[in-house]
C-alpha cells in the first residue's frame, strides 16, 4: 500500500510540473516582444534641424524628441541642414499599414478582419538642400492597455539597427 501512495504521489508531481511548464509556455507566447522597427539610411549627426510645420512631433513628443536628437548630435537651428517629421497614431484594429517605398513597396500590416490595435510611429529626416530622404524608421508594437507607449516608440525609431550577422 506504501508503494501506491509513493507511486501516487509521484503521478501528481509530474501532472503538475507538466502543467507548470505547459502554461508557462503558452503565456511566453503572449508577452509581446517590443517594437518592431524598419529603418533605412543613416541619421545625420552634429548638424542643425526644424521640424516640418504640417508633421510637427505631438505635444507629449516634443521634449523626449529633442532630448533624443540632441544626444544623437542633433540641434534645432535657424538655418537648419535637415528638416525632421513624426507622425504617431493608433488606428483601430484591422487597418493596414503600407510602406510606399518606390523601390519595394510591402505591407508593414496587411489590412485583417482579426488583430487587435497597434502603436505605429514614422520619423523621416531629409536633406533641405537636396530634397533627399536620408533617414526613415517606422516602429510599431501592439499596445498594452491605454498607456501611453510614443516614448518607447521613438527610443526604437532612432535606435540604429544592429549590423547584419556574418
Given at each position: 500500500m506504501a508503494d501506491k501512495v509513493g507511486e501516487s504521489y509521484a503521478m501528481t508531481m509530474m501532472r503538475r510540473t507538466c502543467l507548470a511548464?505547459?502554461?508557462t509556455a503558452s503565456l511566453a507566447g503572449c508577452a509581446a516582444?517590443?517594437?518592431m522597427v524598419q529603418s533605412s539610411g543613416t541619421l545625420p549627426r552634429d548638424t542643425g534641424y526644424a521640424f516640418a510645420?504640417?508633421?510637427?512631433p505631438p505635444p507629449?513628443?516634443?521634449t523626449p524628441l529633442a532630448q533624443a536628437l540632441a544626444e544623437q548630435g542633433l540641434h534645432v537651428s535657424?538655418?537648419?541642414h535637415y528638416l525632421v517629421q513624426v507622425e504617431y497614431s493608433r488606428p483601430p484594429?484591422?487597418?493596414g499599414t503600407l510602406i510606399a517605398d518606390q523601390a519595394d513597396p510591402q505591407w508593414q500590416r496587411a489590412p485583417s478582419r482579426r488583430g487587435g490595435p497597434l502603436s505605429r510611429m514614422s520619423l523621416s529626416v531629409t536633406d533641405i538642400a537636396t530634397g533627399t530622404e536620408v533617414y526613415r524608421a517606422a516602429a510599431w508594437q501592439r499596445p498594452?492597455?491605454?498607456a501611453d507607449d510614443s516614448a518607447q516608440l521613438l527610443q526604437a525609431a532612432?535606435?540604429?539597427p544592429p549590423p547584419p550577422a556574418r
Open positions: 511548464a505547459l502554461l516582444p517590443g517594437p510645420e504640417e508633421a510637427a507629449q513628443l516634443a535657424d538655418s537648419p484594429a484591422k487597418t498594452r492597455g491605454k532612432l535606435t540604429p
